[in-house]
């Protein structure tokens, strides 16, 4: 996740997580990213050595009695991935939750619950009647997230914390997981929805403005698209997928590394939020939108299909070809990607 007092946007420590990807913790170690924060995954793949298997993707999976779970977790800390003055204790609870689930969207799986560990400050105590308990509140956004995609609350944890703190693990059902690495050359690279709007959001909050009614919610409340999700692992028949967490440009990056591709993007075809520009949707962080290598067979009448499905758009923005790393290209012309947030960046 990006800190708030860098520039826009922000995004939660990258979900990189330390999840299985049937590549091995070696193979799946070198294809990781360039970065601080690939740097450091690197180190701790190395050192676990055999009590680690498969690390790398959105979520581990795991084979149960002939089902395959998508296990995910996902840390919110105050004052990195939140603000308290900028957002309720319902949306923080909300927010936290909806970017776990986000991975189990990435991975095409159906959510089953979630278990949330939460830590409150001492003066996060409620006082006096008409005043709400914080953790109360927090947990009563995580139920609502978890409703929304049809989850449960499974369980959780609180503890007293120096700062508020949201820790998610969510748990779905994956009958044919789309993984990170399947990406092949020749392959359509699609995206869901519009891009920009959490970026916009965030830079209304910086600049101590109160984004608009519509804007809003694509900050404090985002919708993860399980249903999309699904869709694009049976349907789509998806080679590969990721949410778009750090933004376009650096999911696109990622997304390439695992797969061992190189991935073209078009800016003037990035679908954007109104008032958004393709430069700014490219790096708006915290859209939660899904990021897909679908086979050179699917077209517009595919994509057709999905909207009537989803009621969201999806847009081809580029292609993956042999090679590695990203091209951003501006009607035809070569521009320089964006980074993605580095959590760890090396100065």
């Known amino acids: 996740m990006a800190r708030l007092d860098e520039r826009p946007p922000p995004r939660p420590a990258d979900r990189h997580r330390l999840g299985a990807t049937g ?19 690197r180190a701790i793949f190395a050192r676990l050595g055999p009590a680690a298997r498969d690390l790398g993707d959105d979520c581990a999976l795991v084979s149960v009695g002939g089902q395959t779970l998508a296990i995910t977790i996902d840390l919110s800390l105050e004052g990195v991935h939140f603000r308290t003055d900028w957002l309720s204790f319902r949306e923080i609870g909300w927010r936290a939750t909806a970017a776990a689930l986000s991975d189990l969207a990435a991975e095409g799986a159906t959510p089953l619950g979630v278990l949330t560990s939460v830590g409150l400050p001492v003066r996060g105590r409620g006082r006096g009647k008409g005043r709400a308990d914080p953790g109360t509140e927090i947990m009563v956004g995580v139920g609502a997230a978890a409703r929304h995609v049809g989850a449960h609350v499974l369980g959780g944890d609180l503890v007293r914390s120096p700062r508020y703190l949201v ?23 699609w995206v ?9 959001a965030l830079r209304r909050l910086q600049a101590h403005r109160r984004p608009e009614r519509r804007l809003r919610p694509r900050f404090a409340r985002p919708v993860p698209r399980i249903a999309a999700g699904r869709w694009l692992a049976r349907r789509g028949r998806g080679h590969a997928m990721i949410d778009i967490s750090d933004g376009l440009a650096g999911d696109a990056g990622h997304l390439a590394a695992a797969s061992g591709v190189a991935i073209a993007i078009e800016l003037e075809r ?22 897909v290598a679908l086979p050179r067979g699917f077209g517009e009448r ?45 100065r």
């Open 23 to 41: 590549d091995g913790v070696t193979t799946r170690s070198q294809r990781l990213g360039a970065g601080g924060e690939f740097d450091r995954l």
């Open 270 to 291: 990035v679908p954007c939020w109104p008032g958004v520009t393709p430069r700014d949707a490219v790096r708006s962080g915290e859209e939660y939108e899904l990021l």
């Open 192 to 200: 869901t929805g519009r891009l920009g709007g959490a970026g916009l």
């Open 302 to 346: 595919h994509a057709r299909a999905f909207r009537r499905f989803t009621g969201l758009p999806l847009t081809r923005i580029g292609w993956c070809t042999r090679g590695r790393g990203v091209r951003m290209l501006d009607h035809g012309r070569r521009i320089t990607p964006p980074s993605g947030f580095d959590q760890f960046p090396v």
């Open 167 to 189: 820790d998610v693990c969510a748990v779905g059902l994956a009958d044919r997981p789309v993984r990170r690495s399947g990406a092949r050359p020749d392959d359509g690279l």
